[in-house]
């Protein structure tokens, strides 16, 4: 009709200002509140990052020490979502899990729902903050059979979450420290990332003044998607299956296959929508692959082998050159959960974890903006003009 601005996909419309995450695709630069990701992954933890994503600001050692200590004051959840937890079928996707149990936490933790309420927002983001790696881990023993473990404040965050998923009632969980930075870059590098689908989500819900635990629990939902955040499970499954079928040996038929278009395969954890040169973080998680894959004695790991085959045809084959198709995060973070035993299963729920500050950051800047009204998006009518109905 020429009213509106016909833009599938958004590739070309900017749909809010915003001051959190800077994204140079071309470069292949990532900027949290300014700060490069590289200098944070060496130098910050996750909570820091949270309180950076947050606040606009690093905290200093004593907001840190204050902003821990809130974190881990709510790392438990309501006695009564164990309850809540026994109504999914122990086969269900975590995904699907968790998506009903951060839907939940607003029936739980009524007291907070007003999003308009900048102190009920404060409120709502610790707990979401603190209680994901419990739900998470809630999500993981539910599924074995094995009993919750409730969360111990003494370790890190990352600590606490690996000792949640992997310690069991007769048998303590070292928790090596390496593996504990690895899965606290994990959590930083998918802290946020501007304004992709699940963060749109996450805005567009809260923008009719939903509570936040159903604005994040959108978000959730949305992340599952292979196109996604559920592009680190389907790359791990990409993997595995090659190494099936003949492993080292298959990597060039595969990726000729890749760039058949009839057959409907993509290489999962390659690409981005914003990235047209390396993503940054992929360059970081293949340096935390390495360092996983050597401390654990998995240097030898097939899959990585294979990961490192097809990154190096894809950088050479016109297919992908031609494309600008790069590794994004997800092409490495998949070998490096296997690694430390996270089943693959739970991928995208750990990225969910990691990815709430971002979706609370977001949310909390959509409000406080003047210019914030409900999300709208216009259409053009395609469909068939008025006609009578004739029975
Ligand atoms: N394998 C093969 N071809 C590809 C791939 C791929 N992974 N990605 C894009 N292409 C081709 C695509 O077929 C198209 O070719 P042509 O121009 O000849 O039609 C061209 O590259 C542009 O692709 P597009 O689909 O128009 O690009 P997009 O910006 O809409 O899609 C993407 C971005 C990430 C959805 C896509 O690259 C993809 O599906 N990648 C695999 C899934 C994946 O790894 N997703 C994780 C993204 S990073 C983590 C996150 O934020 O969730």
Redesign the pocket.
């Known amino acids: 009709t020429g009213m509106f601005t016909y833009d599938p ?1 958004f590739l070309s419309t900017a749909s809010c200002q915003s001051t959190i995450t800077y994204i140079d695709g071309d470069k292949g630069e990532l900027l949290y509140r300014g700060h490069p990701i590289e200098q944070l992954a060496e130098q910050c933890d996750y909570l820091d990052t949270c309180y950076l994503l947050l606040k606009g600001e690093l905290p200093n050692a004593s907001q840190r020490d204050e902003f821990h200590q809130l974190v881990l004051k709510h790392t438990m959840v309501h006695e009564q979502m164990h309850f809540f937890m026994r109504g999914f079928r122990r086969d269900a996707h975590p995904m699907a899990v968790l998506t009903g149990l951060v839907g939940a936490m607003s029936a739980f933790y009524h007291e907070n729902t007003d999003i308009h309420n900048a102190e009920h927002r404060d409120r709502a983001a610790i707990q979401l903050i603190a209680k994901m790696p419990t739900l998470v881990a809630m999500a993981y023993k539910y599924g074995k059979g094995e009993p919750y473990m409730y969360p111990k404040n003494h370790l890190s965050y990352a600590g606490n979450f690996l000792n949640m998923m992997f310690a069991t009632p007769c048998e303590d969980y070292r928790v090596n420290p390496v593996i504990e930075r690895a899965m606290d870059r994990i959590f930083i590098l998918h802290a946020d ?1 501007e304004q ?1 689908a699940s963060t749109s989500t996450v805005r567009l819900c809260g923008s009719s003044g939903t509570n936040p635990f159903a604005a994040i629990a959108a978000g959730v939902a949305c992340l599952w998607g ?4 559920g ?1 680190n499970e ?2 791990l499954h990409m993997l595995e299956d090659i190494q099936k079928h003949g492993g080292l040996a298959k990597v060039g038929e595969f990726m000729e296959k ?1 760039k058949d ?1 009839n057959s409907g395969v ?8 914003v990235y047209k040169n390396y993503d940054p973080r992929a360059k970081l998680m293949q340096q935390t692959c390495n360092e996983v894959l050597t401390e654990l004695g998995l240097e030898k790991d097939p899959l990585f082998a294979l990961a490192k085959k097809v990154e190096q045809i894809a950088l050479e084959d016109d297919y992908f050159v031609q ?1 600008k ?1 790069y590794p ?3 092409f490495y973070s998949g070998i490096v959960q296997r690694a430390i035993g996270i089943p693959v299963k739970l991928f995208t729920g750990i990225f969910a974890l990691a990815r709430t500050v971002g979706w609370i950051a977001q949310l909390n800047e959509m409000i406080g903006d003047p210019e914030y009204k409900i999300g709208r998006p216009r259409q053009l009518y395609v469909g068939a003009p008025r006609r009578d109905v004739k029975l």
């Open positions: 996909g990332h992709n292979p196109a996604h955040g592009a389907a790359c890749v278009k993509r290489l999962m954890g390659f690409g981005h929508r494309r198709l994004n995060v997800d």
